[in-house]
């Protein structure tokens, strides 16, 4: 099992720039790639952003070019999303995800065997 913690949402306005944050534990010895997604209300969850676990390969939902950036830290199991310039149409609750699958890129949820809780990100006008 892996387990997922994120953080680093909060209220912020539009334009400003947010980290979050998520940390595996547990056997993340299979983890092949980690992404992003968000869920706003009445919405379905979405993808946002992948990586693999070990290379450089990253791959952006179009929402994101450009303003969004996916960072891993592999000796602190920690994933990031950088996000700058950001827009009311970001509010939402951001979950992270890991893939013992090596497939790629990895957009869709149901390639996903692991999640965190979620955190809120809520940008104002």
């Known amino acids: 099992q892996v387990q997922l913690v994120e953080s680093g949402g909060r209220l912020v306005q539009a334009g400003d720039s947010l980290r979050l944050s998520c940390t595996a534990s547990?056997?993340?010895?299979?983890?092949?790639?980690m992404g992003w997604f968000r869920q706003a209300p009445g919405k379905e969850r979405e993808f946002v952003a992948a990586?693999?676990?070990?290379?450089?390969?990253?791959h952006y939902a179009d929402s994101g070019k450009g303003r969004f950036t996916i960072l891993r830290d592999n000796a602190k199991n920690t994933l990031y999303l950088q996000m700058n310039s950001l827009k009311p149409d970001d509010t939402a609750v951001y979950y992270c995800?890991?893939?013992?699958?090596?497939?790629?890129?990895?957009?869709?949820?149901?390639?996903?065997?692991?999640w965190g809780q979620g955190t809120q990100v809520t940008v104002s006008s």
């Open positions: 995800a890991a893939a013992g699958s090596p497939l790629w890129p990895v957009v869709t949820t149901s390639s996903y065997n692991y």
């Open positions: 547990g056997l993340t010895f299979g983890i092949k790639n």
């Open positions: 990586a693999r676990w070990f290379g450089g390969m990253t």
